[in-house]
């Protein structure tokens, strides 16, 4: 009796494990499956992390244009774990200004992971250059949307570090005219990137900004936003005790002054202004720009393209068009030497109202708005101008020139060289000259390398004066292609 409850009991038990493992096995197996009793189970996908990086954009430039105004409509960047939008609604700029440089064009937060294209529409563009036989600027629209997938050479990583991406237009590739004078475009960009903190912070690949034009939006403790015409988005700057204020403060800053910031990207994804310049007050404007022509001596008008500009009155429409600046007695003239060397140099630059040039890139800026429309003049016809402004201070501006060099350059010493320009650029067909006698200083940056080959063409980009009737540049940067 007693063996055979044993076995009785020996048999329920190996049932009641059988039942037990069979119900863990479909547990298992409904688990797997996506759930059990219609619920899953199934864990989702962890989030990208995300981290600031700092979108750029400049121009590889084209000679025979005198400006190049294009309205991006919309842009993103496609990687690993999703994409980051950076132009959301029409953002118009302007190239030739950004000529071996770059700005801002959004901070955006992107999911970290490996990056390898963009895609960009461009709604509509419009070019100014000089017309080699009538010796005259001409404006011609190329219409949209025209659209574009850049494919990077080398896929871009972005880690927890902030970061700079660049997008340089070769203007020379991207833009060409048929013998009817009709403008194509298909855009070709080159994509640089850099880590906050790997090199030198004042240089754009590494998020470095530099002069960037534009009207406080807003004003908070320590730190101030501005707006910017040729950006997507109003960009925030800090302060700190080592950033130099030139012509206002903090606390005399308000909603509508007129700036130019240079700036450093930080570790932590914010810019911080290590200078802020006040140009005006609120209800001024001020552009950016080449003359093409000047009236009068002392000079009572100038004649210029536009390409950059912000305040009261001012019009992306005046981008790639003939602005009328009006002179008078009262009028400052200064030179920019910002983040420019001018020590022991063999000549004096000069600029005042007996010495301005068409050829000459200026910054004018005045108390009041500009007003539309215009009498044209100079060397444009009234079709091309966009408006009007009086200048209460105008100031010399870099400038790129390109041409080729008989002699190798090197970085770090103080020497000169005669740069060829190509006979259809439009600086030689708007000042007649063919050549520029460059001075590199020993703060002169050089790009893409120490050295620079006889026999290259070469980006120079400074100040340009006309002494003794020789065109001069003294050097900020210097690269070759």
């Given at each position: 009796?007693?063996t055979?409850s044993l076995?009785s009991?020996?048999?329920?038990n190996?049932r009641t494990v059988?039942?037990?493992?069979l119900?863990t096995v479909?547990?298992?197996?409904?688990?797997?499956?996506g759930?059990?009793?219609?619920?899953?189970t199934?864990?989702?996908?962890?989030?990208?992390?995300k981290t600031?990086?700092?979108?750029?954009i400049g121009d590889?430039?084209?000679d025979?244009?005198?400006?190049?105004?294009?309205?991006?409509?919309?842009?993103?960047?496609?990687?690993?774990?999703?994409?980051?939008?950076?132009v959301?609604?029409?953002?118009?700029?302007?190239m030739m200004?950004l000529m071996?440089?770059?700005?801002?064009?959004?901070?955006v937060?992107?999911?970290?992971?490996t990056y390898?294209?963009?895609?960009?529409?461009?709604?509509?563009?419009?070019?100014?250059?000089?017309?080699?036989t009538?010796?005259?600027?001409?404006?011609?629209?190329?219409?949209?949307?025209i659209?574009?997938?850049?494919?990077f050479?080398?896929?871009v990583?972005?880690?927890s570090?902030p970061?700079a991406?660049?997008?340089?237009?070769?203007?020379?590739?991207s833009?060409?005219?048929?013998?009817?004078?009709?403008?194509?475009?298909n855009p070709?960009?080159?994509?640089t990137?850099?880590a906050?903190?790997?090199?030198?912070?004042?240089?754009?690949?590494?998020?470095?900004i530099?002069?960037?034009m534009?009207a406080?939006?807003?004003?908070?403790?320590?730190?101030?936003?501005?707006?910017?015409?040729?950006?997507?988005?109003?960009?925030?700057f800090?302060t700190?005790?080592?950033?130099v204020?030139?012509g206002?403060?903090m606390?005399?800053m308000?909603?509508?002054?007129?700036?130019?910031?240079?700036?450093?990207?930080?570790?932590d994804?914010?810019?911080?202004?290590t200078?802020?310049?006040?140009?005006?007050n609120?209800?001024?404007?001020m552009?950016?720009g080449?003359?093409?022509?000047?009236t009068?001596?002392?000079?009572?008008?100038l004649?210029?393209?536009?390409?950059?500009?912000?305040?009261?009155?001012?019009?992306?429409?005046?981008?790639?068009a003939?602005?009328?600046i009006?002179?008078n007695?009262?009028?400052?003239y200064?030179?920019?030497?910002?983040?420019?060397?001018?020590?022991?140099?063999p000549?004096?630059?000069a600029?005042?109202?007996?010495n301005?040039h068409a050829?000459?890139s200026?910054?004018p800026?005045g108390s009041?708005?500009?007003?539309s429309?215009?009498?044209?003049?100079?060397?444009?016809g009234g079709?091309n101008?966009?408006?009007?402004?009086?200048?209460?201070n105008i100031?010399l501006?870099p400038?790129?020139?390109s041409?080729?060099?008989?002699?190798?350059?090197?970085?770090?010493g103080?020497t000169?060289?005669t740069?060829t320009?190509?006979?259809?650029?439009?600086?030689?067909?708007l000042t007649g000259?063919?050549?520029?006698t460059?001075y590199?200083q020993?703060?002169?940056a050089?790009a893409?390398g120490?050295?620079i080959?006889?026999?290259?063409?070469v980006?120079?980009?400074?100040l340009m004066?006309?002494?003794?009737g020789?065109?001069?540049?003294?050097?900020?940067r210097?690269?070759?292609?």
């Open positions: 009796m007693r055979r076995h009991f020996e048999i329920l190996l059988a039942v037990a493992t119900a479909l547990t298992a197996a409904l688990a797997a499956c759930g059990s009793n219609g619920t899953s199934t864990q989702p996908p962890a989030t990208a992390q600031p990086v700092q979108v750029n590889s430039p084209s025979w244009m005198l400006a190049f105004s294009m309205n991006i409509s919309s842009m993103s960047l496609t990687g690993s774990n999703g994409s980051a939008t950076v959301s609604s029409s953002v118009p700029i302007e200004h071996g440089t770059m700005q801002p064009l959004n901070m937060s992107a999911p970290q992971g390898t294209g963009a895609s960009i529409t461009i709604g509509s563009a419009t070019v100014m250059y000089m017309d080699p009538t010796k005259a600027a001409v404006q011609k629209t190329i219409s949209g949307p659209s574009t997938t850049v494919t050479g080398t896929p990583t972005v880690g570090t970061m991406m660049g997008f340089d237009l070769d203007l020379s590739k833009v060409t005219m048929d013998t009817g004078g009709n403008m194509m475009m070709v960009f080159h994509v990137s850099g906050q903190g790997s090199g030198n912070p004042m240089d754009p690949s590494d998020g470095g530099q002069e960037m534009g406080v939006s807003s004003v908070s403790g320590s730190s101030f936003g501005m707006t910017s015409m040729q950006a997507a988005q109003s960009l925030t800090a700190n005790s080592s950033t204020f030139d206002t403060s606390s005399g308000n909603n509508g002054m007129l700036l130019i910031v240079d700036a450093t990207l930080q570790s994804g914010s810019l911080m202004a200078k802020v310049q006040s140009m005006m609120s209800g001024g404007v552009g950016g080449v003359i093409t022509a000047v009068g001596q002392p000079p009572t008008t004649t210029m393209v536009m390409q950059n500009g912000a305040g009261s009155g001012m019009m992306s429409s005046a981008f790639a003939g602005v009328t009006d002179l007695g009262s009028t400052t200064q030179i920019d030497e910002d983040n420019m060397d001018m020590s022991s140099l000549f004096t630059p600029f005042d109202a007996s301005i050829g000459q200026v910054m800026v009041s708005a500009m007003t429309g215009g009498m044209g003049g100079g060397m444009m079709s101008m966009a408006g009007t402004m009086t200048a209460t100031e501006e400038q790129g020139v041409g080729t060099v008989a002699t190798t350059i090197t970085s770090g103080q000169s060289f740069l320009l190509p006979s259809g650029c439009a600086f030689t067909i000259s063919t050549s520029v460059v590199q020993p703060k002169t050089m893409n120490s050295s080959a006889s026999g290259s063409t980006h120079a980009f400074g004066f006309l002494d003794n020789q065109w001069k540049m003294v050097a900020s210097l690269g070759s292609n």
